[in-house]
Every structure is written in structure tokens, then in C-alpha cells.
């Protein structure tokens, strides 16, 4: 009987536990619909709706395509993977319906749904929006199809392949600066935003900001997989994505301008062979690319000076800000510390600001405060928090009273300043069991300075008559030395003077410094794994070199002048083109698909050798 009831129990357990696993795989079944967000009139699309299981009766679309012609469609495709982990077996399968359709006329529709009936269950599709924009007007745009992603290089993917001899003018690649504010108050957040349209196929694009005189600059990271959107310019539809935006806060009045920014794009071109054998043969095309200089125009910025600063202002510029405080704990014995905190929340320039003051009754032991920001780069300036922890030590028994703390901030809304008031705080100080006898107050300190002095009672010589040093050798000698060692002073210091003053001379004896310590950089960014960062920092103690040595700008360097430029200054062939190569592998690495990190240590050896090979010749 035992044995009946337990192959019963067994047979429960089973049946459960099949019924959990069908019902989960039913609950995993759906069916999605992917579609471009954007279209053109007279250019095919595809539409694709995925179930994620081979078990289906058919698909049933839930309405029309409205503004479409319907070109192909269904088209049926099934796919099947297996994957072991760690000797677990997992295997998925899905089957995917894709209409090609065209776009008859401009405006926004919606795609409709799709159902299919899988597993004795129906299931159901999302809607999904796209807009269709008018068919572009002559130029390139009439020659390909508009690309909707981002190629994992760096640039957008492919727009329109021109050919070698096609020209690419300043109107089929080029950028918009944008600022939200061009009249601000100083330290108030302006967003930058550098946005790239496209009518060809861009591959890489290089190029930052340089160093802004007058402003604080924080750069706001953009995704690896930036979405690429069409918009139309005229009677074209361009590629567009927001490529680089930076909040910058200006320290100082006045017009001051953000300067243009040189990129450098990669622009593939293709080469079509005039013989009709390699035509027809499906051969007679090589892509290559062409090296194209997009330059972001120049922004100028009127900077207005804040009314005149009240006594307790903090620095801060921005809006939203609010400020409170605790006191931990608010009993404490003598000689034992208690802390403050306090705490600004807001939004603008935050890591710029000072931390508020604390006035502490005098018998207070005080210490620095502890600064801890917990702030995010918004379009706005830098949001959070930012907390400050002030300790002090009371030395005597008795209630005291810290007066309130004052934070006078700049409202950008407003245009004036604000000042928020914590209220005041109480703080019992006991004696303290076993605390030696405490020091005197610093009002008992000051009463002992009007009271009798100590009496000297080391033993003091009088000078004799006639014991007059004037004339003598050490009056004469104390003369004369300050005169001397002033003139020497004032000789070492022209000779420092006329040597610095040849700024192209500081410029290159510093600059293996200013590489070395760039190096010092990317070594630790090589160690901690920040591949960008790495890459960044070689390339700029490469250029930055160079720079320095031939006096030249970065921003009009480039491979060739400075090919010429290392070989005027007696740098042989050998070691020029180590140098370029080097360049070339640093620009390769950092935007080549694949691992880039897994020839870091190798590209900084080569970096380093090189510049100690240049820094030997370049004197």
C-alpha cells in the first residue's frame, strides 16, 4: 500500500511539474514588431514581426498598411541556436514575417498589429509609429538609402557611397553648433551641443574640443550606439546625430567666443573600373576612403558679471538650491567631538561652489570640513547633492548655541541672489567622569595678558663705554653683504627672466616633460582598464609633443606637415616613420571593431620609445 501511495505521489509531482513547464513556455511565447521610426517616400522599408517559437498556425494582420504599398510580404525565415553554459542546455528558436513596403506620401502612420495562433493560444503584436519624409531633391541624396544606426568606429553608417571622382561638397557633410544660452550671467550653465548631418557614408570621425579660455568644461558621455534620425534640410533628408554636447560654465564678463573645431572624417568612395568585362563579371568597384576636414563653426557667448557679491556668497550659480543641517549628537561630554552636517541640494555649478561657514564659539576645537558630492551632468549644469561635514571639539561644560548657517547662492531664474538659513542648534556639553581638569577659557587667557609679567632672572651684561660698533669690520661687513647678495639676486634673476622670456624655447625644453606626464596618465589608465581614456591620452601626449617641439598648433598639425616639419629639424627618415606609425596604430586601435584593449601595453611601449628616440634628436 505504501508503495502505491508513493508512485501516486510520484506521478503528481511530474504532472506538476510539466504543467509549470508548459505554462512557462506559453507565458515566454510572444510576438513582436520591429519597423524603422522614420521612412522616405519612394524608398523600400521592411516590417518585421519575431514570434520566438517555430510552433505557429499563420499570421494575421489586425489592419493596412496605411500610406504604403505593400511590395512583398509575408516573407517567412526560421532560425535555431543551442547554447551550453556551465553543462546546461539552453535552445531557442524564432520565426520571423517581413513585408516590404513602399511609402506613397509624406506624414506619420501607424503600423498595425499582427496575430498569430501558437500553442493553442493567440498572440498578439504591438503598433508601432513611423514618419515619412518626402523624398529628397537632387544631390546626393537621390543615390542611397539613409542609414539608422551607428557603426561602432565612431561615425554614422552608411548614408550614400559616392564615387572617387564626385565631389564631397560642404553641403553633403557638415555640422550645427548649438548653444542654449548665448547671454548668460558668469558660472551659469551653457549646453553645447555639436550635431553631424550626412548625405555620404562616414566611417570615423575625430576630433575634440580644445582647452576654453574663460570657461569650466564638463562633457556630457554620449552611448556607444548613438540613434541615427533623418532630418530634412531643404529639400533634402539628412543623417543626423547629436555627436558631442558639453555644459560649460564661463569664470569670467564679457564676449567670449568657443572656437571652431576641426574633425576629421573618413568618407568612403568608391572606384568604378571603365571596362565593360569587369562589369559584367560583378567586379570593377573598390571602395576606399577619403580623408575629409569637417569643421563645427565658432560660438560666441556675451558673458554678464554678477551684481555685486554679497559678504556670505558661496560661489553657487544655478537654481533649486535648498539647504538643511543636523547636529550628531546633540549631548556630548567635554573633549569629545561632535559634527555638523550639512547639505545643499540644486542644480548648476556645484563642484565650483565653497562650503558654507560655520561660526563656532570660541572654546571649539575645529576642523576642516569634509566635502562628499553626489552630483550627475544634466543639460543644466550639475544636479545633486553636496554634503558637508564640519567636526569640533568642545572644551568645556555648558549649553551652547551655534548660530544659524547661512548659504547665499545666484538664482538664474530670478537674476538675484537667494540666501537660505538653517536654524539654530543647541549642543549640551557635560563635564565628562575621569576628564583631567580642562584647560583655561580663551576669555581667562585673555584677562592673564593684563595681568604682571614673569620677572627675567637670566643674568644680563651691560654695554661699557667706548664699546661702539660703528666703523668697526663687522658693522662694515654687515653693510656690505645684504648689497651683494641682493646684486646676485637680481642677477639670476635676469638671466631666468631672458630665458624664459623665449617662450618657443620653454615651450620645447618642457615638452618631454608635458609628454612624460601624459604617459604617467595613460600608464594608470592602462592598469586600471579605461581603453578610451588610454587612447586618448596617447594620442595627446603624441600630438602635444610634437607640437611643443616644432611650435606649431594642434589644431594645424597633421601627418604630413609634420613629417616635413621633424625631418627640417634633422630627424631622420627611420624615425619619422616610426613616429607616424605609431600615430596611425594609436587612431587604428582606438576605432578598429574588436578588443582594443588587447594591445595597449604594446602601443605604450612604442609610444613611449619613440618619444625618448624624438626628445634625443629635438634639442
Known amino acids: 500500500m505504501f508503495h502505491i501511495l508513493m508512485r501516486k505521489e510520484h506521478h503528481i509531482v511530474l504532472f506538476a511539474l510539466c504543467f509549470w513547464l508548459s505554462a512557462g513556455m506559453a507565458l515566454a511565447q510572444k510576438l513582436t514588431l520591429r519597423a524603422p521610426s522614420q521612412a522616405e517616400v519612394g524608398r523600400r522599408i521592411q516590417v518585421a514581426y519575431t514570434l520566438n517559437t517555430q510552433d505557429f498556425d499563420r499570421i494575421q494582420l489586425e489592419g493596412e498598411f496605411e500610406g504604403f504599398e505593400l511590395l512583398f510580404g509575408p516573407g517567412v525565415s526560421t532560425s535555431s541556436s543551442i547554447s ?79 564615387s572617387s571622382q564626385e565631389h564631397i561638397g560642404a553641403k553633403d557633410l557638415y555640422f550645427s553648433v548649438t548653444a542654449s544660452k548665448k547671454h548668460v550671467f558668469e558660472q551659469e550653465a551653457i549646453l553645447l551641443t555639436y550635431k553631424l548631418y550626412s548625405l555620404v557614408t562616414v566611417e570615423q570621425l575625430a576630433g575634440e574640443i580644445p582647452q576654453l579660455d574663460g570657461f569650466h568644461t564638463q562633457e556630457i558621455e554620449q552611448p556607444q550606439q548613438r540613434s541615427f534620425t533623418m532630418e530634412r534640410v531643404g529639400n533634402k533628408n539628412y543623417g543626423t546625430v547629436v555627436w558631442r554636447q558639453y555644459v560649460v560654465f564661463p569664470q569670467k564678463s564679457g564676449k567670449l567666443t568657443i572656437p571652431a573645431i576641426d574633425y576629421e572624417a573618413d568618407v568612403v568612395t568608391i572606384d568604378r573600373s571603365s571596362d565593360p568585362f569587369d562589369a559584367f563579371f560583378g567586379g570593377g568597384s573598390i571602395s576606399r576612403r577619403v580623408k575629409k576636414i569637417v569643421r563645427a563653426p565658432a560660438v560666441e557667448i556675451q558673458v554678464d558679471p554678477l551684481p555685486e557679491k554679497p559678504a556670505n556668497f558661496s560661489g553657487a550659480v544655478g537654481r533649486g538650491f535648498s539647504l538643511s543641517g543636523k547636529l550628531i549628537p546633540e549631548k556630548v561630554d567635554a573633549n569629545d567631538a561632535t559634527v555638523l552636517t550639512l547639505t545643499v541640494k ?235 606609425s605609431v600615430l596611425e596604430e594609436c587612431e587604428f586601435a582606438r576605432f578598429a571593431p574588436g578588443d582594443p584593449a588587447s594591445n595597449m601595453s604594446h602601443l605604450f611601449d612604442n609610444a613611449t620609445r619613440v618619444i625618448d628616440q624624438l626628445d634625443g634628436m629635438l634639442r
Request: proline fraction near 5%; charged fraction near 20%; hydrophobic fraction near 30%.
Open 346 to 580: 540644486g542644480t548648476g555649478n556645484m563642484k565650483l561652489m565653497s562650503a558654507p561657514e560655520v561660526a563656532w564659539p570660541k572654546d571649539f576645537e575645529q576642523y576642516d570640513p569634509k566635502t562628499e558630492q553626489h552630483t550627475k551632468l544634466t543639460t543644466g549644469g550639475n544636479s545633486g547633492s553636496a554634503t558637508y561635514e564640519y567636526t569640533a571639539v568642545p572644551r568645556h561644560e555648558g549649553q551652547y548655541t551655534i548660530p544659524p548657517v547661512e548659504f547665499c547662492y545666484f538664482d538664474t531664474d530670478s537674476k538675484c541672489y537667494k540666501t537660505l538659513t538653517t536654524e539654530a542648534f543647541q549642543l549640551d556639553v557635560a563635564r565628562g567622569a575621569g576628564h583631567a581638569a580642562a584647560a583655561p577659557r580663551q576669555e581667562e587667557l585673555k584677562e592673564l595678558g593684563s595681568d604682571i609679567r614673569y620677572i627675567k632672572q637670566e643674568t644680563v651684561r651691560l654695554k661699557q663705554p667706548g664699546e661702539d660698533i660703528f666703523g668697526t669690520l663687522p658693522h662694515v661687513l654687515g653693510l656690505l653683504l645684504p648689497l651683494c647678495i641682493f646684486a646676485l639676486a637680481m642677477l639670476l634673476l635676469r638671466r631666468r627672466m631672458q630665458r624664459n622670456g623665449d617662450a618657443v624655447r620653454v615651450r620645447g625644453r618642457k615638452a618631454g616633460k608635458a609628454a612624460s606626464k601624459r604617459l604617467k596618465t595613460a600608464s594608470r589608465l592602462l592598469k586600471s582598464g579605461s581603453t578610451d581614456a588610454f587612447y586618448d591620452e596617447v594620442l595627446h601626449a603624441l600630438w602635444g609633443y610634437v607640437s611643443d617641439k616644432l611650435n606649431m598648433p594642434v589644431a594645424e598639425l597633421n601627418k604630413d606637415n609634420v613629417s616635413e616639419k621633424l625631418t627640417l629639424h634633422g630627424v631622420d627618415e627611420a624615425s619619422t616613420r616610426q613616429f607616424l
Open 84 to 162: 551550453i553554459i556551465n553543462g546546461k542546455t539552453t535552445q531557442s528558436s524564432s520565426t520571423t514575417f517581413t513585408y516590404t513596403l513602399m511609402p506613397k506620401k509624406e506624414g506619420h502612420y501607424t503600423l498595425p498589429a499582427a496575430s498569430v495562433n501558437s500553442g493553442g493560444k493567440k498572440l498578439t503584436s504591438g503598433t508601432a509609429r513611423i514618419e515619412v519624409l518626402p523624398a529628397s531633391g537632387g544631390g546626393n541624396a537621390s543615390h542611397g538609402g539613409h542609414g539608422q544606426s551607428q557603426s561602432q568606429q565612431g561615425g554614422p553608417s552608411s548614408m550614400h557611397t559616392p
